[in-house]
């Protein structure tokens, strides 16, 4: 599918039915996959062929899904996960072991960035986090012999920081590690970290991409380009002979191509588990069916909202790429050209009380922890998700009690913003 446009690519990639065949991806509701002999199952045991043994590492449907979602990437191999998160940790996890070092973006996930500042630390793993408007004189000095990898997203969850990928990708490769970068906000119709030097790729499949709050799941994509072979002695668990899986050594057997996805699936998918069901991949299917015409839509409604809180008196200020007057504004232009996403923040004036008051007004708006579907939802995260924290408290984390998170759906815009003037009012 690689010469299509990426429009083509998020209807078609993936599935392409024979004569007679169903014309949408089938699910492959099984656990398990009957062989006639034991030597056809034992030649894919030493993956010496590829095929399926049991769900807990690879399904059909999941497989025709992920072969999407890394053509629209422009990736050589990719593989779904139960969760956004489980994707971020088998990306890091896959690279890095007891003794590792990870640099990451400051601006990330909070989910994200619990799981490398305290989860990933408890396992061994340490990590130094970078501003990620750090020069890049700060970026390399954050590097150190033991690190593996360095971490950033597109646009940054809640934070919409966004990433100059260029310049994280130069620091990573004059270090020999690869860039890991989380492309769930931009989806890749806006955004296609690859072409800017990222080497592997990590989704939240949960938001855009289902775009309908229907199923929870993640995805990793491997853009093929990183030479691990080139830097052995960090990555042995690439280019050294793996005791448990008969000796093979991934980056020899699988080239820089397939080591990556094929190390992730048939080592920490056999030992961890964590694969998305073949049910959650049909539906993330269908959402990726529609995503670009989706992901349009959401960056004019949230251009839109924007520009409308902007210019109002009870707005502090507002965060929005895709605004001149943003910090992001110039960089926004060069990664995101077609926009980014339709997650908007603002600073309402009166703080903790008056974000009280307006979320209370809303009426299509409605209060949620979640992003990125079809309706408008938001989040004031002093009284919700951050509640435990004192105003000063909330002023020095860059989260002001007055913060909030509106993720514009596919409604009319005229209507979302009518909803929001009369809730100011
Ligand atoms: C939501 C989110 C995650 C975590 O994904 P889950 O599917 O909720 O596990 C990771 N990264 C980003 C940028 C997110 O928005």
Redesign the pocket.
Known sequence: MSDYKINTKCVQSGYTPGNGEPRQIPIVQSTTFRYETSEAMGRLFDLEESGYFYTRLQNPTNDMVAAKIADLEGGTAGMLT???????FFALFNICEAGSHIVASSS??G??FNLISTTMKKMGIDATFVSPDCTEDELNSAFQDNTRALFG?T????ALTVLDIEKFARAAHAHGVPLIV????PTPVNCRPIEWGADIV??????YMDGHGAG???AIVDSGKFDWMKYADKFPGLTTPDESYHGITYAEKFGKEGAFITKCTSQLMRDLGSIQSPQNAFILNLGLESLHVRMARHVENGQAVAEFLNGHDKVEYVSYPGLPTDKYYDIAKKYLPQGGCGVVSFNIKGGRSAAEAFMKKLKLAAIETH??DARTCCLNPATSTHRQMSDEQLEEAGIPAGLIRISCGLEDKEDLIADLKQALD
């Open positions: 139960s969760s956004g998160q489980a994707a971020n990330i996930y989910g994200t997203e646009i940054a969850n809640p989380d492309n769930t906000f990590t989704h939240s499949t949960t938001k929870v799941g993640g992003v990125a």
